[in-house]
T-cell receptor, first 113, second 114 residues
Framework: KQEVTQIPAALSVPEGENLVLNCSFT??????LQWFRQDPGKGLTSLLL?????REQTSGRLNASLDKSSGRSTLYIAASQPGDSATYLC????????????FGKGTKLTVNP | NAGVTQTPKFQVLKTGQSMTLQCAQD?????MSWYRQDPGMGLRLIHY???????DQGEVPNGYNVSRSTTEDFPLRLLSAAPSQTSVYFC?????????????FGPGTRLLVL
């Protein structure tokens, strides 16, 4: 059974700082891995999707990397802004006959002005 | 496109009542799923569907029923609501269930069972 761990659970940084969010998963048999953002009281918005054959994916100030063999992914946020404050969730899409997204519990990020 | 829509946004039920949470998508997606999100538990998969007429159970299916008669709609039925079903429910969809497909989520339904 796939288990996903996100560290840290919460992070508070000053505006402008570069930061890294970590995600680890136990089953490396995945199709891809997505990073999502969730604002309070809202649904999830997909930020980046990395295919299992890729090493990284970039969108603006966001860069996600994937090391499938070691079961790790990181989300790098450059020059953080208060608008980046949200909970960030990672979710590998697991293989094995019934493809499913399995979510970590998320990292709650607060960027202070 | 409206994307993934969910109704109602908020609902209060009494123990034992039944209700249906509605989910619809207008992107012609084959794959649809229901999650519940609870504090400290993260998102857990309830049921999913890989196409019209095909459904399967996720991690926490007990107390919930689903059907998929059309590509667009994937309702979630609570047969006899219990306080343990108090949660936020999210519906999601993607073009297929595997490959390089981004999952799109609805805004959620907040359910309180008294």
């Amino acid at each position: 059974k796939q288990e996903v761990t996100q560290i840290p659970a919460a992070l508070s940084v000053p505006e402008g700082e570069n930061l890294v969010l970590n995600c680890s998963f136990t089953d490396s048999a995945i199709y891809n891995l997505q990073w999502f953002r969730q604002d309070p009281g809202k649904g999830l918005t997909s930020l980046l999707l990395i295919q299992s054959s890729q090493r990284e994916q970039t969108s603006g100030r966001l860069n996600a990397s994937l090391d499938k063999s070691s079961g790790r992914s990181t989300l790098y946020i450059a020059a953080s802004q208060p608008g980046d404050s949200a909970t960030y969730l990672c979710a590998p899409l697991t293989q094995g006959g019934s493809e499913k997204l399995v979510f970590g519990k998320g990292t709650k990020l607060t960027v202070n002005p | 496109n409206a994307g993934v829509t969910q109704t109602p946004k908020f609902q209060v039920l009494k123990t034992g009542q039944s209700m249906t949470l509605q989910c619809a998508q207008d992107m012609n997606h084959e794959y649809m799923s229901w999650y519940r999100q609870d504090p400290g538990m993260g998102l857990r998969l309830i049921h999913y569907s890989v196409g019209a007429g095909i459904t399967d159970q996720g991690e926490v299916p007990n107390g919930y029923n689903v059907s998929r008669s059309t590509t667009e709609d994937f309702p979630l039925r609570l047969l006899s609501a219990a306080p343990s079903q108090t949660s936020v429910y999210f519906c999601a969809s993607s073009y297929t269930s595997f490959g390089g497909e981004t999952q799109y989520f609805g805004p959620g339904t907040r359910l309180l069972v008294l």
